[in-house]
């Protein structure tokens, strides 16, 4: 109706005086356009190329098919349809192999069950969770090292942290020993009980010589998520800090050299690092106020 030519005026009537009269919203009719066009097959504007969309799929089946290896995807199979002289382009490839669900089956992210913790790992006192992590490094005379840290999740607080030149389960275990007699004073069977360790599924720390250990002073093993480091935040965010504040900035010739200034880094951490939830105290700060409270308490 928008395209038939008034008598009187000799122009075109138009969709918003057409609209208008029929009272029928400008955006609908474009919506319904829009669906329309959307029923159509999809295809490529332009030439359509040596076969029809149809005969390529056939093509692409065949290649799948005698294709000695698994899970190739669109640009491997394209690549197999070039050498058998059948020529298109990658777009066309990957649209047709989407639509027929040909595409390499992927990993999922986010396909777990219920969490374990109700959105935060943030806890409300000191010494009920800790998180720890590895991350590496470069010396210049002796190579690659690894650097294990230990992290308290109410405080941030630098509870342990090593480095070793072989990043084994016996070196992950170093931090949590330290913070273990530092914070509970002894080391032994049980010392460590209502703690809970949250770590990543790295071979180390699912190893079990390192879960002996930690059910042996009591802690609770609570591994991250997969593909999912914000569960381990707390130790992902000090290796950051480290990271800018030591690592990147520093250079070491020797591992002995970078554990001294590891140690060193870790006591200025806990006394001058400011958490702003805790109101801009330090770890420290934070650790001395709730074992007061507690003592208090008692």
């Known amino acids: 109706m928008s395209r038939v030519v008034s008598a009187a005026t000799g122009k ?19 919506w319904l356009r829009h669906n329309e066009a959307k029923a159509y097959p999809k295809r490529r504007p332009g030439p359509v190329g040596p076969c029809s969309d ?33 020529r298109s382009s990658k777009r066309r ?22 969490k374990t913790h109700d959105g935060t790992i943030i806890t409300e006192a000191v010494d009920q969770m800790w998180g720890t992590d590895m991350t590496s490094t470069m010396t210049v005379k002796e190579g690659q090292a690894r650097v294990f840290v230990a992290v308290d999740h109410c405080a941030s607080e630098c509870v342990g942290i090593h480095v ?9 275990l170093e931090p949590i020993r330290q913070g273990v007699r530092k914070s509970f004073g002894a080391y032994g069977q ?12 790295g071979s180390q720390y699912l190893s079990d010589d390192f879960q002996r250990e930690v059910r042996f002073l009591g802690i609770e093993s609570s591994p991250a998520f997969v593909r999912e480091p914000e569960g381990n935040g707390c130790a992902e965010r000090f290796i950051r800090t480290l990271k800018e504040n030591l690592l990147w900035v520093r250079s070491f010739d020797t591992v002995e050299e970078l554990r001294q200034a590891l140690l060193e880094f870790k006591e200025l951490y806990n006394a001058e690092w400011l958490i702003e939830r805790h109101g801009n105290k330090t770890p420290a700060q934070v650790r001395s106020e709730q074992m007061r409270l507690k003592k208090s308490a008692a």
């Open 93 to 114: 490839v990957l649209r047709l192999m989407r639509e027929q669900g040909l595409l390499a089956p992927q990993r999922l992210g986010n396909c777990h069950g219920p």
């Open 54 to 86: 149809a005969e390529l799929v056939e093509h692409i089946k065949q290649v799948l098919q005698e294709c000695p290896f698994h899970g190739e995807g669109y640009r491997k199979v394209w690549a197999r349809l070039r050498i058998r002289a059948i």
């Open 164 to 172: 070793a030149k072989h990043g084994t389960r016996f070196e992950a």
């Open 12 to 30: 075109r009537y138009g969709v918003s005086r057409v609209c208008r009269v029929w009272q029928v919203a400008r955006s609908t009719l474009y």
């Open 190 to 201: 049980g010392v460590g009980c209502g703690l809970v360790l949250r770590h990543d599924h």
